[in-house]
């Protein structure tokens, strides 16, 4: 056992320790879960020395015999791709934790143990060098998700649960009929032994099989990113999932289906990625701007960030389908920006719906005067999210539009503009929550009167706004609004407390690295390139090793034939 797979195990014999703990000790259990994230956290710190002296070859390398029958290995290992997101998985569990210490207020010994499952899970997807071990963990991650949601979720929670697992599923059975129909080809899950039998030249796949395996790949890692059209679950259970689980989908969950792509679609099958790239490229590019400009009308918080996800993570297709060294190299590095910026985002949006208990922009506005500092650390994760220059995206989407400029220069023209409306939804969104006049707070036409309140209807979001909802679940903070709070805030002055000291711990590590990521890309881009770069060597070389067997064929034909004359 080496140093990963200790970090594997911990959430496991955490998840067991926590459930043989009494349930009524919630103090003792959520103190548990989170002093064993951080061993976690630390322990995989560990893990980036010898990844980085070697970053294009696989480290901290374990490889067992699992099941015998059909050969299934244990077989995990890093790279400068994967070692990032294993890290980003394991700073994004304490912080939940941190996120969730009030905000669960039932069944908290079930959703401890639950959130280390999902650590457990995403851990093993990124690690995982068996098709098969891959599926395992892959399913692993949806339990965990689908619980987060239906139990802890708000008012419609069971429908966004069941859309998210339906969604999920469906593209996972797809997949395992590929990587089924790849061991029976080929007699092993193993990736490393597929693209050996492929730069060989002993695997070769016809044009339909290559074209079917991709797409079976491609839709369930699609769905997951997601990729329009298959993005519908993603915001109802955005919006429907607690803030822990909507922090730990967008900063992490979504990126399975993004290096799932990168690891295992595009390598396995290059030419069929190659052919149907133009129209995935387009995808990506309407996602880009469909995702914005449905953003740019969301009067739900919740919902505005959700849709930014879609528009973020098509420039990550974009990049990854550019088949450049600046367009991998800069999905990547999104992949991670995202993980940072959206996921903090999704931590503030949280926080204000505790103060206030709503997630409709109409019923915010002059947060920034009883709360600066929450403003401020807003406004600083609005600029990041939107690639403001020394913050984490810009990086990441300059070298993805100047990777689709090379590819073709319509790519990086049409995908600019989505960097253009991010900008008008974030600042707009910003302008209404956190300037201006609270609600209900209005001055009369003589200028006095200033902080009257505006009788005659109900805040929005209040019960009367719940479109048949229904009441919110014990324990789940609806959505609803209180409407008599609304009321109390235009009599007594507009009151909503800054942000506590649990609040800066979660967000501190957040608002760094948003910085450091920014003014200081060389600490992680030479590990990503040499990465991405030993990638893009199997995309190349399928082409030239499909020609060079044929070449080889022909001359043993031609012998054989000289040899009959």
Same mark, same amino acid.
């Given at each position: ?436 006049? /609270? @609600? ?7 200028? #006095? &009167? *200033? $902080? =009257? +309140?505006? !009788? %005659? /209807? @109900? ?7 719940? #479109? &048949? *909802? $229904? =009441? +919110?679940? !014990? %324990? ?13 805030? =235009? ?75």
């Amino acid at each position: 056992m080496n140093l990963f797979d200790l970090v594997l195990a911990l959430p496991a014999i955490g998840f067991f320790l926590i459930l043989f703990l009494p349930k009524d000790n919630f103090d003792l259990i959520r103190k548990l879960a989170f002093v064993l994230s951080l061993i976690i956290f630390g322990a995989s710190l560990l893990l980036i020395p010898q990844v980085m002296n070697a970053p294009a070859q696989m480290s901290h390398v374990t490889d067992v015999q699992w099941i015998s029958y059909p050969n299934i290995r244990y077989h995990v290992g890093l790279d400068g791709v994967s070692l990032w997101l294993v890290l980003l998985s394991t700073l994004l569990t304490p912080i939940a934790i941190l996120i969730s210490w009030d905000y669960i207020d039932r069944r908290q010994k079930e959703f401890y143990a639950v959130l280390l499952v999902l650590e457990f899970g995403l851990i093993g997807v990124f690690a995982a060098l068996d098709l098969f071990l891959f599926y395992v963990f892959w399913e692993v991650v949806l339990v965990p998700m689908y619980l987060m949601v239906g139990i802890w979720g708000h008012d419609r929670r069971i429908y966004a649960a069941v859309k998210l697992f339906v969604y999920t599923m469906a593209g996972s059975v797809l997949m395992l009929g590929g990587i089924i129909y790849l061991y029976n080809k080929t007699g092993t899950f193993d990736y490393a032994a597929l693209l050996e039998l492929m730069g060989s030249g002993r695997l070769t796949f016809t044009h339909l099989e290559s074209t079917l395996l991709f797409l079976a790949f491609f839709l369930a890692f699609a769905i997951k990113v997601p990729i329009f059209p298959l993005h519908t679950w993603l915001p109802d259970a955005h919006v429907e999932a607690p803030t822990p689980g909507s922090v730990m989908l967008a900063s992490v969950m979504l990126k399975m289906g993004t290096y799932g792509l990168l690891r295992f679609a595009i390598p396995l099958f290059p030419d069929a990625a190659r052919e149907n790239a133009p129209w995935i490229v387009a995808l990506g590019i309407i996602g880009i701007i469909y995702g914005a400009l449905v953003a740019l009308v969301q009067p739900n918080i919740k919902k505005l960030v959700a849709y930014s996800s879609v528009s973020h993570l098509g420039f990550v297709v974009v990049g990854l389908f550019s088949f450049t060294q600046y367009g991998l190299d800069g999905a990547v590095y999104i992949m991670i920006a995202h993980g940072i910026s959206t996921g903090a985002l999704f931590m503030l949006v949280g926080m204000l719906y505790e103060r206030r208990h709503s997630l409709d922009i109409r019923d915010y506005g002059g947060v920034a005067t009883p709360a600066p500092w929450l403003a401020t650390v807003f406004l600083v994760t609005t600029f990041a999210s939107i690639g403001l220059p020394t913050l984490s995206n810009f990086v990441g989407e300059y070298l993805v539009l100047q990777g689709a400029a090379i590819a073709n220069f319509n790519y990086a023209v049409f995908a600019a503009i989505g960097v253009i409306l991010s900008a008008c939804y974030m600042l707009w969104m910003y302008q209404r929550v956190f300037l201006g006049r /609270a @609600p209900g707070m209005a001055e009369t036409a003589g200028g #006095h &009167g *200033h $902080g =009257a +309140p505006s !009788h %005659g /209807a @109900p805040a929005h979001g209040a019960p009367d706004d719940t #479109h &048949g *909802h $229904g =009441a +919110p679940a !014990h %324990g789940s903070h609806g959505h609803a609004a209180d409407h008599t709070v609304a009321h109390a805030d =235009a009599h007594a002055g507009f009151h909503m407390p800054d942000l506590n000291a649990r609040e800066w711990a979660a967000l501190l590590p957040m608002l760094a690295l948003m910085v450091i990521m920014g003014v200081a890309a060389q600490l992680f881009l030479p590990s990503i390139s040499a990465s991405n770069a030993e990638a893009l060597t199997h995309t190349k070389g399928s082409q030239e090793q499909r020609v060079k067997a044929t070449q080889t064929a022909d001359e043993e034909l031609a012998k054989e034939l000289a040899r009959a004359r």
